[in-house]
């Protein structure tokens, strides 16, 4: 399981980064993404603490990744941030999509992807088809996920990916020890979006060659 949106203590999450990743690794993770929320009142802050994370890479055989997720900024903020979390030390950028759930200002998924910085759109909603083709031009991937509620639309999120060939990834949005799910669990969540077997292996793919691209650059 390559796991590459969650959440520690240092946002929303209720578990420190070595216990988040500990628990992966029982679970049977290779890979986790520390993407707490971010803004620019705390991105040096994030991104200090999920680097130093890395340390349990070696003690726990598993890729931590240093990331963020952008939440509830200003659409035209949103990729003077993203650049800023590159420049700071980001491995991975995810914008907080406009979910169902919550109040995310019209405007954020458009912004995210038409932003060269952003790696991943977390659960986008009703994206459009103009967002979709967007995201599929810049190699943004749209996310399928396991969070309940923000999930609802995940059928949607399949569906317009599929029609404009952009690039689906599956995460958890982790937030607590239970969200953490298994390769076939995150299997499962990509077929019941409506993807056929073979759509569901290629966005588990899509994560294997985000985290591919990530590794390389730190040689």
Request: glycine share 6%; aromatic share 4%.
């Amino acid at each position: 399981m390559i796991d590459l949106h969650t959440h520690t203590i240092f946002s929303d999450g209720e578990l420190t980064p070595s216990e988040l990743v500990r628990r992966a690794k029982v679970n049977g993770y290779t890979a986790i993404a520390l993407t707490d929320h971010a803004d620019f009142t705390n991105l040096e802050f994030l991104l200090e603490g999920a680097k130093k994370a890395r340390y349990l890479e070696e003690g726990y055989d598993i890729s931590v990744l240093a990331g963020v997720e952008i939440t509830h900024v200003p659409p035209k903020y949103i990729a003077k941030l993203a650049r800023m979390a590159k420049e700071k030390g980001a491995e991975i950028v995810v914008v907080h999509g406009e979910s169902p759930v919550e109040p995310v200002a019209p405007g954020t998924n458009l912004a995210a992807v038409r932003c060269e910085d952003v790696d991943i759109l977390a659960h986008p909603g009703f994206i459009t088809e103009e967002e979709a083709r967007l995201a599929a031009a810049s190699g943004i991937c749209l996310e399928i996920t396991a969070r309940y509620g923000h999930n609802v639309t995940n059928g949607h999120v399949a569906r317009t990916a599929k029609e404009t060939g952009a690039r689906l990834v599956v995460d958890t949005d982790t937030h607590s020890p239970e969200d953490l799910i298994n390769d076939e669990k995150a299997r499962a969540i990509a077929r019941g979006s409506g993807l056929s077997k073979e759509e569901a292996m290629a966005a588990l793919h899509n994560s294997k060659d985000l985290l591919s691209s990530i590794l390389k650059k730190r040689k």
